[in-house]
């Protein structure tokens, strides 16, 4: 036969084997998969019968069961493994409270439904994950961790429902919760009196279906809000993590949302639709907007224009979590000479609790991590441009000087800002605030700031009032972080044994005593 005859049929046939043989091993893993065989331990296995290693490595992260050495059986053992468990011989899958080795507790994902107040849908839904039709069966509202006194009651709801306008409490255990007004007095533009129903009461009033806001959300009730109100929103939610650690770590979901549901995002009048491009006077939520985002980034702002979208909608919401702050109850709950946040500092709390709040702000900043030898830094924040309380404009400038020079002698920093953002933008102010050791100023608001000084034996606040003038708000608060405290009346400077607490006008005036001041930095600098 010739070389260039056409080939017969065993030649054809071998072809067609070479190929198919070929292809097949060429694409062993798919040919293994299609007949129900485990790619990875099948080609482990042959490949060790050949002497030959390979790279595969198995879903569980070690090599396949035919060529495993000694090695990784002595690290990892001979555990068995599947997807979506720790590896173990099936034990080790739930466990109850006080049992096993060291008493800890555990249970699979998808069967957690509270561990230590918090549950798995906070965050682990989908976005077809919408709707929710409970029929007969509507959550109920839960208080979750609070702690009460003669007539407040500081609290997380989870399950609460929104619609036509109203709020609404369904539970069949109403004892358990306290007098509502007790709980959210304030009403305003967004709702009235909050309501409990029971569940016969619900089902005829918000339905048998509705939609779940996720994850954990805050409110602030009042009509007037304050600047410590994101302070004790995040102090009571942090009484859900008493492990917070000193670097900040915590398991806490952060929040999703502050709504305030009485207020206007513009507080000044619609302009004419055709100059849209005018510039719109925002509503003064007691922080600085940039605070928020930089603190907490996942957090979005809600209004009253959102509220009323919820009002609109004919299907009830629901709450996975709400934080609640109300200035008006909370006003009664504390005691005559405590500022009207006092009472969420009853709830159990772990002694660095604000410590992810300042972590997130310092970071941005990129002035969390502080140099061995960097020099310590004292901040004068002045409100001398603002219509409240300042000092005269000599003394402003004697001590602005007088800190000057101090910084010379002293080696230290010194750090002259405004609060107003309008002459210290708000980076050059919070960055000053964030790296000091010692802050001083007139007293006022604007020093509620201080909460994100770094915590060191030197970290303090000197905060000046009128003579025989004091109020606590911002003592309080610096003492909660850990913090040192002054408050200054001319030469006289007060920090355990405080004054009698008599608020100060603010148009009075505020002597201050250079020398005084000096020497308490100083010591405060001094402090190891």
């Known amino acids: 036969m010739r070389w260039t005859a056409p080939p017969d049929r065993r030649e054809i046939g071998l072809v067609v084997l070479c190929l198919s043989v070929y292809l097949l091993a060429y694409n062993i893993e798919m040919t293994l998969q299609v007949l129900g065989i485990d790619p990875a331990a099948t080609k482990g296995a042959v490949l060790s019968r050949l002497g030959v290693g390979s790279t595969v490595i198995g879903k569980d992260g070690r ?47 998808k069967d957690v439904e509270e561990v230590s107040g918090t549950r798995k849908p906070f965050g682990d839904s989908t976005v077809d994950d919408a709707l929710q039709t409970w029929g007969d069966d509507l959550p109920q ?63 005829k009033t918000v339905g048998k279906y509705g939609s779940t806001i996720r994850g954990v959300s805050w409110m602030s009730a009042d009509s007037q809000p304050h600047n410590s109100t994101l302070f004790a929103l995040w102090r009571t939610y942090s ?71 919820y009002e609109k909608m004919e299907i009830p919401f629901v709450f996975e979590r709400l934080v609640v702050a109300d200035r008006s109850v909370a006003a009664k709950a504390a005691k005559e000479d405590e500022p009207v946040y006092a009472p969420v500092m009853l709830l159990d709390a772990s002694e660095h609790w604000w410590e992810p709040v300042r972590k997130n702000l310092a970071q941005y900043l990129d002035a969390y991590d502080v140099k061995p030898k960097a020099k310590k830094v004292v901040t004068y924040l002045h409100t001398q441009t603002t219509n409240g309380p300042k000092l005269s404009a000599e003394d402003h400038e004697a001590l602005a000087k007088a800190l000057s020079d101090m910084a010379w002698k002293w080696g230290c920093e010194v750090n002259v800002v405004s609060a107003q953002t309008e002459e210290t933008d708000w980076t050059t102010r919070m960055t000053a605030v964030v790296k000091s050791s010692v802050i001083v100023g007139v007293h006022g608001n604007h020093l509620m700031d201080s909460v994100f000084m770094r915590g060191t034996p030197q970290s303090t606040l000197l905060e000046l009032f009128p003579t025989d003038k004091f109020v606590r708000d911002r003592e309080l608060a610096v003492h909660s972080v850990g913090l040192h405290y002054l408050a200054m009346r001319g030469n006289s400077a007060f920090s355990t044994e405080l004054p009698h607490v008599s608020p100060p006008k603010d148009d009075e005036s505020i002597p201050i005593d250079l020398d005084a001041i000096l020497r308490n930095i100083h010591e405060a600098l001094s402090r190891t």
């Open 63 to 109: 090599k396949p069961a035919g060529w495993r050495d000694r090695l990784e059986v002595e690290i990892f053992g001979n555990w068995e493994w599947s997807e979506g468990h720790v590896a173990g011989d099936g034990a080790e899958r739930s466990q109850r409270k006080g049992s096993g080795r060291h008493g800890a507790q555990w249970i699979p994902l």
């Open 141 to 203: 509202t839960r208080l979750v961790n609070h702690v009460s006194d003669v007539m407040f009651r500081v609290h997380h709801l989870d399950n609460v429902y929104i619609f036509n306008g109203s709020v609404y409490l369904v539970t069949d255990s109403g004892r358990v919760f306290p007098p509502m007004d007790t709980m959210v007095k304030s009403a305003g533009q967004g709702f009235g009196e909050w309501k409990i129903l029971s569940t016969d009461e619900a089902r």
């Open 239 to 309: 009484s859900l993590d008493t492990s917070i650690d000193s670097a900040g770590r915590t398991g806490l979901p952060p929040p999703r949302r502050l709504i305030f549901p009485h207020n206007y995002f513009f507080t000044d009048d619609n302009p004419p639709f055709e100059q849209h491009w005018v510039r719109r006077k925002r509503v003064d939520t007691g922080f600085h907007p940039y605070t928020v985002k930089a603190a907490f980034p996942q957090l979005s702002m809600m209004f009253l224009q959102d509220w009323e979208d």
